[in-house]
């Protein structure tokens, strides 16, 4: 059974920084892009940024180009977000993904598995 847990998520003022995580079992992982979306209230779920399987290939939306930074650690089967000067417009849930796909086709296709979500809320 493949499990996406994400975990980092929680509170911070506007400008300040928050580390996603999430551990993926249950599938071959270095075979795997990954990437996360997000979903505001009362929004439509967003590309935010992808990672192809080896950590050599990624992609942003441009909305957070600069600012945040994806990673992953395939020893440890997992992928980061890392988040820089947030804007309380960025609060939502974060969600992690898995795809067969290249970095670039992430934002297009979505994701074959999907985590719970990790909520994300950014003061003002």
């Known amino acids: 059974q493949v499990q996406l847990v994400e975990s980092g998520g929680g509170s911070v003022q506007a400008g300040g920084s928050l580390k996603l995580s999430c551990s993926a079992s249950g599938l071959a992982f270095d075979n795997y892009a990954m990437g996360w979306f997000r979903q505001g209230s009362g929004k439509e779920r967003e590309f935010v940024a992808s990672?192809?399987?080896?950590?050599?290939?990624?992609d942003y939306a441009n909305f957070v180009k600069g600012r945040f930074t994806i990673s992953r650690d395939n020893a440890k089967n997992s992928v980061y977000l890392q988040m820089n000067s947030l804007k309380p417009e960025e609060t939502a849930v974060y969600y992690c993904?898995?795809?067969?796909?290249?970095?670039?086709?992430?934002?297009?296709?979505?994701?074959?598995?999907w985590g719970q979500g990790t909520q994300v809320t950014v003061s003002s």
């Open positions: 990672i192809n399987y080896s950590g050599e290939d990624t």
């Open positions: 993904i898995a795809v067969l796909a290249v970095a670039h086709r992430v934002r297009f296709v979505g994701g074959d598995q």
